[in-house]
């Protein structure tokens, strides 16, 4: 099932910058998902479970290697995405 995915990260108390970049960039190593990075959230596309797999996987290192932080996550089923 296509799988559409806009997550934002807040980090708490702490410098957000590094660790926002760190997120994405290895949502980016995902070759299997389609990943638009925009000022506002990222848009992840791609099979459901790759990307609630990806998601689970580093959600869960964020919080070990950062601490408390807030994630948003809007699921639709379908590909939402524009084309370039």
Known sequence: METSVEISLYPLG?????????????????T???????????????????????????IERSFKENGKSVFVLKIVNGLLKKEK
């Open 14 to 30: 702490r410098e957000y910058v590094p660790e926002i970049k760190a997120f994405l960039n290895r949502l980016k190593g995902y």
């Open 32 to 58: 299997d998902l389609d990943v638009q990075v925009n000022g506002m959230s990222t848009q992840i596309f791609g099979a459901y479970r790759t990307i609630m797999n990806a998601l689970t996987d580093e």
